[in-house]
């Protein structure tokens, strides 16, 4: 069973920055897409950034040029180097591997964009 582990999100003042970090149990983590999503309050849960496992990157318009996804299959640990952050990027944001369908989600860690 794949289990996610995140890390790195807290209070952050407009314009900082913040690294995310989601560590992956198990032996099939390279095999798998890594996407990360967030939910804000009221809203639904958005993909905010993927990553293939031939490493190749998406993102959702509203984070492109900002925010920079990666993955690092010797560790099993997929990253989300977030800056230039805005108000509207606070949210609880979620590592997901393989797909919504595959069931494999972290716990969520809150990022909070405020002055």
């Known amino acids: 069973q794949v289990q996610l582990v995140e890390s790195g999100g807290g209070l952050v003042q407009p314009g900082g920055s913040l690294r995310l970090s989601c560590a992956a149990s198990g032996s099939r983590f390279s095999i798998y897409s890594m996407n990360w999503y967030r939910q804000a309050p009221g809203k639904q849960r958005e993909l905010v950034a993927r990553?293939?496992?031939?490493?190749?990157?998406n993102y959702t318009d509203s984070v492109k040029g900002r925010f920079t996804i990666s993955r690092d299959n010797t560790k099993s640990t997929s990253y989300l180097q977030m800056d230039s952050l805005k108000p509207e990027d606070t949210a609880v944001y979620y590592c997901?591997?393989?797909?919504?369908?595959?069931?494999?989600w972290g716990q969520g860690t809150q990022v909070t964009v405020s002055s």
């Open positions: 997901n591997l393989g797909g919504p369908e595959l069931g494999y």
């Open positions: 990553i293939t496992s031939g490493g190749n990157t």
